[in-house]
């Protein structure tokens, strides 16, 4: 039982970044259909730039809190990333929105290939410490063990999900991103200016990925350059298997996703006869893919703006 509840709550954090990075496909799907494979790599910016960030503030302001260090790289990541991301619309994307739809997936590729050789040149290609900025002494529950980090994970990850539920849901921009991602033309001619709408998506997603990046690297205590490639396709198998296109789909994916990779690390070795180890936990979720694509290609809460022309 200790293993199985150690593994739940293992699960719930891994599912919670996921659910977060899934939020950023889900949401330029919805309204561009299109697959923004370059989104992990801004995941991965923003993880090294909240690492150069602490590690500048700790040397410059030593008497800094933790927390304060953390709270400030983690603003300077969002920063960062949602201009990176809104560079990558205006440049790479934006003159391809009437191209077939070969063309943008691509141009994302490419995108992904050349954030990551950009980021080995500036932060080099080895593998970097990420500052232990809250306490990492772990909490007892139920027999299983919570650090701080995870916790903050968690907590972080539930507060963003909802605030970005009700901006979709509540709000005047909310309905804009509706309108747009139902047809942008009418939304135009409804006095909706699409190009504003997509760039605040490009930049709502590049804001989630920042987080979970520093996410990651606070609780993986490193960093590098190559970071973000798989996340980013877990995450998009998140968005498949919840219904892409569809904000609650990517967040119980995400969860989802979490949940099956962790409790399958901790019981493959015995599904297996020792064969296979922890070591081999990434097969679950393009395992989940395929099964997904096979039997239930819109995912579990379907593919909400799917047959958008």
Known sequence: METLLQQLINGLVLGSVYALIALGYTMVYGILQLINFAHGDVLMVGALTALSTAKLLQEQAPWLPGPLVLLIALAAAI??????????????????????RLAPLITAIGVSITLQTLAMLIWSRNYMVFPALLPNAP????????????????????ALMTGLVLLVNKTKLGRAMRATAENPRVAALMGIDPDRVIVITFALGAALAAVAGVMIAANYSIAHFYMGFLPGL????????????????????????????????????????????????DIFAFVVLIIVLTLRPSGIMGERVADRA
């Open 234 to 281: 877990k995450a998009f198998t998140a968005a498949v298997l919840g219904g892409i296109g569809n904000l609650y789909g990517a967040m119980v994916g995400g969860l989802l996703l979490g949940l099956i990779e962790a409790l399958g690390a901790g019981y493959i070795g015995d599904l297996t006869g020792g064969v296979l180890g922890s070591n081999y936990q």
């Open 139 to 158: 909490m007892a529950v139920g027999g299983a063990s919570i650090t701080p980090v995870q916790v903050m994970i968690v907590a972080l990850s539930l």
């Open 79 to 100: 920063v960062v990333c949602v201009l990176v991301n809104i560079a990558i619309e205006r440049i790479a994307y934006r003159p391809l929105r009437n191209a077939p």
